[in-house]
């Protein structure tokens, strides 16, 4: 079955860095774009970032361009945030999730999350 | 961008009744790029509806979605205790991105 696995979260203060990990299983990894959501504490959910299955294309919410970096290890079915510069308004829950096509496009796995405080 | 407006903010039901969510888009969505996600408490979101009206796997029967345009709709049909959570939808606009509503609760009455 689908296991998606995020890791990497914690307390940071503003201005740090964080790498956020996802581990993937259950599926081709390496045939399926994938996704960054996240959701700030008491609110919704906001799309943060996209890569393309192969890694040759990342888009970026505009709230975290420049500052947010999206990669993949398909050799380690692994999924990647790098994120720099961070501020308070990116604490939040950050999920991984698998893009799917068909019929579509949306995401029909979500990992647990990880959660991220950006706090003095 | 395209904004998702959903109504109403909470919907409070009795379980056996019939829920009617709506979620607006402030610029026609093509259906096909319409999804409905439940969200319970301290979990990650679960994909009920894609192309605005399929059915994810493992998704009950009295789960339905409809709509096209600018209008979409999520009905429960009878409410079972374990629906009570809070249910967002989403599109997808060419650049790529991804936009969601801002949800709505279904509470126990």
């Known amino acids: 079955q689908v296991q998606l696995v995020e890791s990497g979260g914690g307390v940071v203060q503003p201005g740090g860095s964080l790498r956020l990990s996802c581990a993937a299983s259950?599926?081709?990894?390496?045939?399926?774009?994938m996704n960054w959501v996240r959701q700030a504490p008491g609110k919704g959910l906001e799309w943060v970032a996209f890569?393309?299955?192969?890694?040759?294309?990342?888009y970026y919410a505009d709230s975290v361009k420049g500052r947010f970096t999206i990669s993949r290890d398909n050799s380690k079915n692994t999924l990647y945030l790098q994120m720099n510069s961070l501020r308070a308004e990116d604490t939040a829950v950050y999920y991984c999730?698998?893009?799917?096509?068909?019929?579509?496009?949306?995401?029909?796995?979500w990992g647990q999350g990880t959660l991220v405080t950006v706090s003095s | 961008d395209i904004v998702l407006t959903q109504s109403p903010g909470t919907l409070s039901l009795s379980p056996g009744e019939r829920a009617t969510l709506s979620c607006r888009a402030s610029?026609?969505?093509?259906?096909?790029?319409l999804a409905w996600y439940q969200q319970k408490p301290g979990q990650a979101p679960r994909l009920l509806i894609y192309?605005?009206?399929s059915r994810a796997t493992g998704i009950p029967a009295r789960f339905s979605g409809s709509g096209s345009g600018t209008d979409f709709t999520l009905t429960i049909s009878r409410l079972e205790p374990e629906d009570f959570a809070v249910y967002y939808c989403?599109?997808?606009?060419?650049?790529?991105?991804?936009?969601f509503g801002q949800g709505t609760k279904v509470a126990i009455k």
């Open positions: 259950g599926f081709i990894f390496s045939s399926f774009g």
């Open positions: 890569i393309r299955y192969d890694g040759s294309n990342k």
């Open positions: 192309g605005a009206s």
């Open positions: 610029q026609s969505v093509s259906s096909s790029y």
């Open positions: 999730a698998k893009w799917q096509w068909l019929g579509g496009y949306y995401f029909d796995y």
């Open positions: 989403q599109q997808y606009s060419t650049s790529p991105r991804w936009t």
